[in-house]
C-alpha cells in the first residue's frame, strides 16, 4: 500500500486529498481551501499565486490532524489542475504579475491580429489556421487561449514582458516552487496550441511560434505525467509539512486526469463532467478536429491517445448563480434549521441536495421555461465571450421552482448539444461516466440520462475524480498500478441511471427550442454585451477622401459634357459627311484624353465607360430619335433633352465604375497579401523540414 497526495485546484478553491493505493485509490481524508477569482472590467479574470500556495499549505496541514498517516510516509504528491492559464515567472521562479486564468477574455484584439486577415474562415486566415491544424490538429480561435493572453501582456505590459523567464500553466507554477525545476506536461503544453502532436514531431512547434512572434526561450521543457519532476526543496517542505525530497511527479489537468479517474480509459468510452465548468470528453487514438463546433483533440495522458473534448464555460456554476441569487432565502432558513458541518465542501454538498430535491415538486420541462447556462459566454458548439444566461418563456403561472429546475435542465441541454456535435466525427458511447459536483445528486444523474437518452454511471465520490486521476499517475508513476488501462479496474461504479422514455417528449421539445435560442439572439447579446472600440477618426485620411470625392465628381461632370458637347458639335457640323459612328468615335477619343489629363493616368473607369457611352448612343438614335420625329419635334429639341438624359446617365455610371474598381483594387490587394502569406508557410515548412532532418 502506497499514500499519496493530490492536488485539485480548481478556479475558487483547492481540495487536497489524502489517497491509499492498494486493490483500490481509496480516499482517506480530505481538506478544501478557497481563495480569490477577481473578474476585471476589461473582460480579465486574475488570482493571486500567494493564494493557491497558501491553500495547499493549510490543507496540506490539516490532513494529518485527521489521519494516521505521517509526512515521512507519503510516497509521492501530484496534481490535478485548472487549465490554460497563463503564469509568467522569473528566473527565481517569483510571478510577475497576477495568474490569468482560463475564464481571462480580455485579448479579443490579439486574436483578431494574430489569426484574423487575408481570406478567413471562421474569422481564422485561412493559411494560418491550415498550418495549426496540420501540426496540432487544432487551432488558437478563443480569446480565453493562453497563446492570445502572452500576447496580450506583451502588448500591454511591455516592462513585464521582457522579465520573462518561463511561460507556465497553474499547476506548473506550483511544480517549480515545490521543486524549483521549470516543466510543462504535453496535455498544458498542447492548450497553448504551440504543440506539436505529428508522429515523430512531438514537442514545441518552432514554426508555429515564429508565426505568433513567441519567444521559445519562454517555454519550459516537456515531461511525461508519470514523470518525477524532483524532489520537495527544504523551503517548500517546511510550508507544507512535508518531508525533504519527497517525489513531485507532472500530473495533469482537469481536463485529462478527470476522465482518468472517472475510469474512462479506453477508446471509445465518454465521459461527462459538471463542475464549475463543464465538458463532453472521448477517448480516441487519433486526433479529430470540429472547428465549427469549436471542438478539439487534448494529448491524453497515454501516448498516442487524445480526449475529443467540448467544452462549456459554467455548469454548476449556473447552480451556484442560482444558490446566491435565486434561492438565497430559502436556503437561509435550511441552514438555521439543520445540524450540518460548517465547512465550505459540506455546505455546498447540503445545499446542492437541497435545490435538487426541490426541483422534484416540478414536472419535466419546467412547465415550457428555458434557461439558457452562458453565465461567461460559451466556448462549445459556438465561442462567444458576448452569451449570456437568460430565462425564456416565463409566464404568471411559473414559480421558484420551475426557475430551478429549468438551470439544472439548461445545463443538461448544453451537455447534450455538445455530445451530439461530437457525434457528427466520432461515435461515442451509450454508457456515459458522469463526474464532478453535478453528479452528487441523483435527480440530476436520472435528468442527464432522460435528456440525452443514454445509460449514466457514477463513481464514488465524483467530486473527487480530479484528485483520483492525479493519484493514479501516482501509482503509474512508482509501479504500483501496472498500466494506465488498468485505472479503470482501481475506480468502481457506484450507482447507474437508465434513460426513461415517458420524459423524452417534454424534454425534446424544449431542447430543440434551446438550440434556437443563441442564433435568434446573437446581435442583441453583441448589442448588450459587445465591447465595441471606438476608433479616432483620422482627420487627414478623411481630408483626402473628401478631395478623392469632389476629384471624382468632377471627373464624371466634366467627362459627360465632354462626351455628349463633342458629339452634338461634330454631329451637327459634320455627321452628314462622315455619319454619327465617326462622329462618336471622335467624341470618345476626346473623352479618353481628357481622362488621360485628369487622372495622369488611363483607369479601368475610362475603359469600361466607352462601351457604355456607345450603347447608350446607340438607344438615343433606335429608340428616342424616331419617338420624337414622329411626334413632330425637331432633332435640335430632341438632341437637346436626351442629351441632358445622356449625361445623367454617364456621370452615374462613372461613380459605379470608379466604386467597382476600388473593389478591385481591395480585392487584388487580398490577393497579393494572401499570395505573400502562402509563400511566407511554405517557406517556414522548408525550415521546418531542414530542421527535423537535422
Known amino acids: 500500500m502506497k499514500y499519496v497526495i493530490a492536488y485539485d485546484i480548481g478556479t475558487t478553491g483547492v481540495k487536497t486529498c489524502l489517497f491509499a493505493i492498494d486493490k483500490t485509490i481509496t480516499l482517506l481524508t480530505s481538506a478544501h481551501q478557497g481563495y480569490g477569482l477577481y473578474l476585471l472590467d476589461n473582460g480579465g479574470a486574475e488570482q493571486d499565486v500567494d493564494e493557491w500556495w497558501q491553500a495547499m499549505a493549510d490543507t496540506t496541514h490539516q490532513l494529518f490532524t485527521k489521519s494516521d498517516v505521517k509526512p515521512s510516509d507519503i510516497a509521492g504528491i501530484s496534481f490535478c489542475s485548472q487549465m490554460q492559464g497563463l503564469v509568467l515567472v522569473d528566473k527565481e521562479g517569483n510571478a510577475l504579475r497576477p495568474a490569468m486564468s482560463y475564464m481571462d477574455q480580455r485579448s479579443k484584439q490579439e486574436l483578431k491580429d494574430g489569426m ?37 501582456v506583451e502588448n500591454n505590459e511591455p516592462e513585464i514582458f521582457k522579465k520573462i523567464h518561463k511561460w507556465l500553466d497553474v499547476k506548473e507554477y506550483l511544480i517549480a516552487r515545490l521543486t524549483g ?53 527544504s523551503k517548500a517542505a517546511k510550508d507544507l509539512g512535508l518531508t525533504d525530497g519527497t517525489p513531485v511527479f507532472g500530473g495533469g489537468g482537469d481536463a485529462t486526469l478527470i476522465g482518468l479517474g472517472a475510469g474512462a480509459v479506453n477508446v471509445g468510452e465518454t465521459h461527462i463532467y459538471s463542475g464549475t465548468s463543464g465538458w463532453v470528453s472521448t477517448i480516441l487514438d487519433k486526433q479529430v478536429v470540429d472547428v465549427s463546433s469549436m471542438i478539439a483533440s487534448i494529448v491524453a495522458v497515454e501516448e498516442k491517445r487524445f480526449n475529443y473534448f467540448a467544452e462549456m464555460e459554467t455548469a454548476g456554476k449556473s447552480l451556484e448563480w442560482v444558490k446566491d441569487h435565486l434561492a438565497l432565502d430559502e436556503i437561509g432558513i435550511y441552514l438555521e434549521k439543520k445540524d450540518i458541518t460548517f465547512d465550505k465542501e459540506t455546505i455546498y454538498t447540503s445545499l446542492y441536495d437541497y435545490l435538487t430535491e426541490t426541483v422534484k415538486k416540478a414536472e419535466p420541462g419546467s412547465g415550457g421555461v428555458i434557461f439558457t447556462p452562458w453565465l461567461h459566454g460559451n466556448r462549445c458548439p459556438f465561442e462567444d465571450p458576448n452569451a449570456a444566461g437568460m430565462f425564456f418563456n416565463i409566464r404568471l403561472e411559473t414559480g421558484k421552482t420551475e426557475l430551478i429546475r429549468a438551470v439544472l435542465e439548461g445545463i443538461c441541454f448544453h451537455l447534450r448539444w455538445m455530445l451530439e456535435c ?142 455628349f ?121 522548408e525550415q521546418d523540414n531542414h530542421e527535423l532532418k537535422e
Open 116 to 152: 484574423g486577415g487575408g481570406l478567413e474562415i471562421e474569422g481564422a486566415n485561412i493559411f494560418k489556421l491550415l498550418k495549426s491544424l496540420r501540426i496540432t490538429k487544432a487551432a488558437s480561435l478563443s480569446v480565453k487561449d493562453p497563446l492570445w493572453k502572452y500576447k496580450w
Open 565 to 685: 458637347g463633342s458629339f452634338t458639335v461634330l454631329d451637327l457640323t459634320l455627321g452628314g459627311v462622315w455619319g454619327w459612328w465617326p462622329s462618336y468615335l471622335i467624341a470618345l477619343v476626346l473623352s479618353v484624353l481628357w481622362n488621360f489629363t485628369f487622372n495622369r493616368r488611363f483607369t479601368f473607369q475610362s475603359a469600361a465607360n466607352i462601351p457604355f457611352a456607345m450603347f447608350l448612343i446607340f438607344l438615343f438614335y433606335a429608340v428616342f430619335a424616331p419617338t420624337s420625329t414622329l411626334l413632330g419635334n425637331h432633332l435640335e429639341d430632341t438632341l437637346k433633352w436626351n442629351g441632358f438624359l445622356v449625361l445623367a446617365i454617364v456621370m452615374v455610371l462613372n461613380f459605379v465604375l470608379e466604386f467597382l474598381y476600388q473593389r478591385f483594387v481591395v480585392f487584388r490587394k487580398s490577393l497579393d497579401t494572401n499570395k505573400q502569406a502562402k509563400a511566407k508557410l511554405a517557406k517556414e515548412a
Open 181 to 233: 525545476r521549470f516543466i510543462m506536461t504535453p496535455d498544458s503544453a498542447y492548450s497553448t496550441f504551440l504543440y506539436d502532436t505529428r508522429k515523430g514531431h512531438e514537442g514545441w512547434s518552432k514554426s508555429l511560434c515564429r508565426t505568433f512572434g513567441v519567444n521559445m526561450d519562454h517555454l519550459p521543457e516537456i515531461i511525461k505525467a508519470t514523470d518525477i519532476v524532483g524532489g520537495l526543496t
Open 422 to 563: 461530437q457525434d457528427k466525427k466520432i461515435k461515442t458511447s451509450q454508457t456515459i461516466r458522469f463526474v464532478g459536483g453535478g453528479a452528487l445528486s441523483k435527480v440530476t444523474n436520472q435528468m442527464l440520462a432522460d435528456i440525452t437518452g443514454r445509460t449514466i454511471e457514477v463513481v464514488e465520490n465524483p467530486q473527487n475524480v480530479g484528485a483520483v486521476g492525479a493519484a493514479a499517475v501516482i501509482g503509474v508513476g512508482l509501479g504500483v498500478i501496472e498500466d494506465i488501462k488498468q485505472i479503470k479496474d482501481y475506480i468502481p461504479i457506484n450507482d447507474t441511471y437508465i434513460s426513461n422514455p415517458q420524459h423524452k417528449e417534454a424534454y425534446d421539445k424544449n431542447y430543440f427550442v434551446f438550440k434556437k435560442i443563441y442564433k435568434s439572439n446573437k446581435n442583441l447579446f453583441m448589442e448588450l454585451n459587445g465591447m465595441k472600440e471606438k476608433k479616432p477618426v483620422d482627420q487627414e485620411e478623411r481630408k483626402k477622401d473628401l478631395i478623392r470625392a469632389f476629384k471624382f465628381f468632377l471627373f464624371s461632370v466634366s467627362a459627360g459634357i465632354i462626351e
